[in-house]
């Protein structure tokens, strides 16, 4: 039971912390679904989820379910046609899946044993995966009005923000949960 509570604590914390930093960057627009800026809620929500710490390929394969089901629930509610930008959502959704592999706790046990090396490796990983993303939604949508360098660099930054807050979101919940102990999870 704790362990259901603490990982639905985890997404929400991720979510909301996501969310708050989206709204420090851009305001309200984050709200508008419709807005490219949703993507602080979505992205936070996504990546909150799959880097709750569950053991198994059957636990990361219901999550990748769900975040594809996050995704048609999107897309259902787009004004536009359903195939419009599908390529793009694509791409993020095979980001989202990827990044479960990588998930903090499990760096915690190999190199990041600090939680603030843990919120710096977590932003920079985020960010690399969208500034990858920046590239190749360039070549699958060549017509962009922006060129490659400023789109890598936008959506590097976006990566860095929604990582580290998604981090720290998980932190402050971790420090919440073991009674704000100095120590790191390990």
Not at 71 to 98: A, E, H, K, N
Not at 121 to 135: D, E, H, M, P, R
Request: hydrophobic share 55%; charged share 10%; glycine share 8%.
């Amino acid at each position: 039971m704790k362990k259901s509570v603490q990982a639905a604590l985890y997404v929400v914390s991720g979510t909301l912390m996501s969310s708050l930093a989206g709204y420090i960057l851009v305001g309200s627009r984050i709200f508008h679904v419709q807005s490219q800026f949703f993507h602080f809620i979505l992205a936070g929500f996504c990546i909150s989820l799959m880097w709750v710490d569950e053991k198994g390929k059957k636990a990361k394969l219901i999550k990748g379910i769900i975040l594809l089901a996050v995704f048609l629930l999107y897309r259902l509610s787009s004004d536009q046609s359903f195939t419009f930008l599908i390529g793009r959502d694509i791409v993020y959704f095979i980001i989202f899946f990827m990044l479960s592999f990588i998930p903090p706790v499990l760096w915690s046990r190999i190199i990041l044993n600090k939680p603030i090396i843990r919120f710096l490796g977590s932003g920079l990983a985020v960010s690399a995966v969208y500034s990858l993303s920046a590239v190749i939604l360039d070549y699958m949508y060549p017509t962009a009005a922006a060129p490659l360098f400023d789109l890598v660099k936008v959506n590097g930054l976006y990566g860095l923000t929604i990582g580290m807050a998604v981090s720290l979101g998980f932190e402050l919940i971790h420090a919440f949960m073991t009674g704000f102990h100095a120590k790191s999870i390990d």
